[in-house]
């Protein structure tokens, strides 16, 4: 299935894309669905014709969770290529998102006034269908409800006033999520996806899923150790080689670019970046 969160008449309300057609469903978001025990049964229900998928706007992040964790450091061409260090991380290197952080698949950004260093990041999301808490990582994948694609937009600058990247990776509504949650059942193997950015057209990052450091079963399992994953929850697992900032020239985007962030099976978030007023 795949699933995402649209804007309607009175509010939002999660929906089911099949076949090219938006069928809304009787829960707000996707968040809220995930929460029914009978999520996947509720999901494959019948619901209220939207219309044609083609026309969503994808201004809604796929999904809004309360917790967003990230993965840094998580493709050895991203460690390599880091001005900051070379030796390949023992354990995942994480980092939350706050809620008003995330946007939609199409929305555009605004690039703030503050940074003068806002970069790309091509990712992986692992959304969680059942809690989970202390699963081994043979155990993971059974607490996964599906995939999205993620742009884990940066402002370098900010990102390096200290050793937490905490401020560098919050600027609100930075981070598009999406355009759907894809179950893992839609994929031949959701462990080996491609991945790509682009930017104007010119592709920046590429590389396969099944090159993280940390698989999408060992950051669950790690992440379950010290907290509950709860339905809904997102983890983002980690960008390639290839940002503006490892580039020699450091290409941070600018007034008018474009960048599309693509995974295979799921689908891109097409951001227009654009300056501040």
Same mark, same amino acid.
């Given at each position: 299935?795949?699933?995402?969160?649209?804007?309607?008449?009175?509010?939002?309300?999660? @929906?089911?894309?099949?076949?090219?057609?938006?069928?809304?469903?009787?829960?707000?978001?996707?968040? @809220?669905?995930?929460?029914?025990?009978? +999520?996947?049964?509720?999901? %494959?229900?019948?619901?209220?014709?939207?219309?044609?998928?083609?026309?969503?706007?994808?201004?809604?992040?796929?999904?809004?969770?309360?917790?967003?964790?990230?993965?840094?450091?998580?493709?050895?061409?991203?460690?390599?290529?880091?001005?900051?260090?070379?030796?390949?991380?023992?354990?995942?290197?994480?980092?939350?998102?706050?809620?008003?952080?995330?946007?939609? @698949?199409?929305?555009?950004?605004?690039?703030?006034?503050? %940074?003068?260093?806002? $970069?790309?990041?091509?990712?992986?999301?692992?959304?969680?269908?059942?809690?989970?808490? =202390?699963?081994?990582?043979? #155990?993971?994948?059974?607490?996964?409800?599906?995939?999205?694609? /993620?742009?884990?937009?940066?402002?370098?600058? +900010?990102?390096? =006033?200290?050793?937490? +990247?905490?401020?560098?990776?919050?600027?609100?509504?930075?981070?598009? /999520?999406?355009?759907?949650?894809?179950?893992? $059942?839609?994929?031949? $193997?959701?462990?080996?996806?491609?991945?790509?950015?682009? /930017?104007?057209?010119?592709?920046? #990052?590429?590389?396969?899923?099944?090159?993280?450091? *940390?698989?999408? @079963?060992?950051?669950? &399992?790690?992440?379950?150790?010290?907290?509950?994953?709860?339905?809904?929850?997102?983890?983002?697992?980690?960008?390639?080689?290839?940002?503006?900032?490892?580039?020699? $020239? #450091?290409?941070?985007?600018?007034d008018g670019q474009v960048v599309t /962030?693509?995974?295979?099976?799921?689908? &891109?978030?097409?951001?227009? *970046?654009?300056?501040?007023?």
């Amino acid at each position: 299935m795949r699933l995402t969160t649209i804007a309607t008449e009175n509010g939002t309300s999660a @929906a089911r894309i099949t076949d090219g057609t938006v069928v809304a469903l009787p829960y707000p978001n996707v968040v @809220a669905l995930l929460g029914d025990p009978q +999520w996947r049964t509720a999901a %494959s229900s019948t619901g209220t014709d939207h219309g044609d998928a083609s026309a969503l706007e994808y201004n809604l992040p796929a999904v809004r969770p309360g917790k967003t964790m990230c993965c840094g450091l998580n493709y050895r061409s991203h460690v390599l290529e880091s001005r900051t260090r070379r030796e390949l991380p023992q354990y995942p290197t994480l980092f939350a998102k706050f809620p008003d952080t995330l946007t939609g @698949a199409l929305s555009p950004i605004c690039l703030p006034h503050a %940074s003068a260093m806002v $970069d790309w990041e091509a990712e992986l999301g692992v959304v969680i269908g059942t809690a989970a808490r =202390r699963v081994s990582a043979g #155990q993971a994948l059974d607490h996964v409800a599906g995939l999205t694609a /993620v742009n884990d937009v940066s402002m370098r600058d +900010w990102q390096r =006033r200290s050793s937490e +990247w905490l401020q560098g990776k919050n600027f609100e509504a930075s981070t598009p /999520v999406g355009p759907a949650l894809v179950t893992l $059942d839609e994929f031949d $193997d959701p462990l080996d996806l491609a991945i790509s950015c682009d /930017v104007d057209g010119q592709t920046m #990052q590429q590389a396969r899923t099944s090159e993280l450091l *940390f698989s999408i @079963a060992d950051l669950v &399992s790690y992440a379950s150790t010290f907290t509950t994953l709860r339905p809904g929850d997102l983890i983002v697992t980690g960008t390639m080689s290839g940002v503006a900032s490892a580039r020699e $020239d #450091q290409p941070f985007l600018k007034d008018g670019q474009v960048v599309t /962030v693509t995974i295979e099976g799921i689908g &891109s978030c097409r951001t227009e *970046f654009y300056a501040e007023a």
